[in-house]
């Protein structure tokens, strides 16, 4: 079995802080691991995605993961946080193959001017 | 490329009534689509794998009679809540892997379809 646990449901930065999103999962085989944002009533966007090449995986919009196997972490981060970053995010791993994703429970990222 | 469509994005319905919502991969073929439910303010959970030409695989505590899903081509994948109630008022997503980019473990999301039965 496979589990996802955000740490923070609720996330709160200013406009050019570092974004610190924690990701800890558990799985019994080599896991893919992935990164989502959805804005309000919408589906989800890739961000980025491990799966097993480079363990500091860079995404879109200037967010970057690190997969840390010892830690079994994959926290996401973004050096300047901007405005437009207000949204849900959420971790998911799978094993591949015809599996689904299981998601964690989403952080809400909220810029403060 | 690895765009998915859902239709429709918003529907209402009465008690009682079915609906179905279509899930489309426009530009790539899909042999298996998952379709996963929302609740508001809530992660996404997933309902069940549609596997082209063969039955869908649902999870644990997933009713089959009541989420019927057909896979019938490679790109088009519908999910029919059938006798709706308004327990079942929620978000439906679904996504569709691309074998051929991104890697076959990467999942391409829909937009979603809204949900309320009255």
């Known amino acids: 079995a496979q589990s996802v646990t955000q740490l923070g449901s609720h996330v709160s930065v200013s406009e050019g802080a570092l974004v610190l999103l924690r990701c800890n999962y558990s799985s019994s085989v080599p896991p893919y691991l992935f990164w989502y944002v959805q804005y309000p009533n919408q589906g989800l966007q890739l961000l980025l995605k491990?799966?097993?090449?480079?363990?500091l995986v860079k995404g879109i919009n200037g967010f970057e993961a690190e997969f840390k196997k010892s830690e079994t972490s994959f926290h996401l981060t973004k050096p300047s946080a901007h405005m437009r970053d207000a949204a849900e995010y959420f971790c998911?791993?799978?094993?591949?193959?015809?599996?689904?994703?299981?998601f964690g429970k989403g952080t809400h990222l909220i810029i403060q001017p | 490329g690895a765009v998915v469509s859902q239709h429709p994005s918003r529907v209402i319905c009465k008690s009682g009534t079915s609906v179905k919502i279509e899930c489309r991969s426009l530009?790539?073929?899909?042999?298996?689509m998952f379709w996963y439910r929302q609740f508001p303010k809530k992660s996404l959970m997933l309902m069940a794998t549609?596997?082209?030409?063969?039955?869908?695989?649902?999870e644990q505590g997933v009713e089959k009679d009541k989420f019927l899903i057909n896979h019938a081509s490679l790109t088009l994948s519908t999910l029919t809540v059938t006798s709706a109630h308004p327990e079942d008022s929620s978000f439906y997503i679904c996504?569709?892997?691309?074998?051929?980019?991104?890697?076959?473990?990467?999942?391409?999301f829909g937009p979603g379809t809204r949900l309320l039965v009255l």
């Open positions: 996504s569709a892997r691309d074998p051929l980019a991104g890697g076959a473990e990467t999942q391409y």
């Open positions: 998911a791993v799978t094993r591949g193959g015809a599996d689904g994703l299981t």
């Open positions: 491990y799966t097993s090449a480079a363990t």
């Open positions: 530009d790539f073929q899909a042999t298996t």
């Open positions: 549609s596997n082209e030409g063969s039955k869908a695989t649902y």
